[in-house]
């Protein structure tokens, strides 16, 4: 069974940078796909990045292209997330999730193992 826990949000001004850390533990993490979601209030949860399982795959949300790097770390049960440029709508509830593979990478419904979420709060 894979655990995940999500870490390094936190309150950054507009144009700056912060990088996530899911830090995975349990069975076959290096065999799992992985994705990034975020959560703004009172909206739907959004798929931000995709991982494949030897990390040779990535794929983004187009409002994150060219600001967003998501990579990982097998030896280190680890997926990043390297935010820059953040915007004031880069803001909210940042979870990392195992991807199931039942439907497309951006669908909630095809992750069967989620973190608990790190806030991250974008605003001057």
């Known amino acids: 069974q894979l655990q995940l826990v999500e870490s390094g949000g936190g309150l950054v001004q507009p144009g700056g940078s912060l990088r996530l850390t899911c830090a995975a533990s349990?069975?076959?993490?290096?065999?799992?796909?992985i994705a990034w979601f975020r959560q703004a209030p009172g909206k739907e949860r959004e798929g931000v990045a995709h991982?494949?399982?030897?990390?040779?795959?990535?794929l983004y949300v187009d409002s994150v292209k060219g600001r967003f790097t998501i990579s990982r770390d097998n030896a280190k049960n680890t997926v990043y997330l390297q935010m820059h440029s953040l915007k004031p709508e880069d803001t909210g509830e940042y979870y990392c999730?195992?991807?199931?593979?039942?439907?497309?990478?951006?669908?909630?419904?095809?992750?069967?193992?989620w973190g608990q979420g790190t806030q991250v709060t974008v605003s001057s």
């Open positions: 349990g069975t076959a993490f290096d065999v799992a796909s």
């Open positions: 991982i494949n399982p030897d990390g040779g795959s990535a």
């Open positions: 999730a195992r991807d199931s593979h039942r439907g497309g990478w951006t669908w909630p419904g095809s992750y069967d193992t």
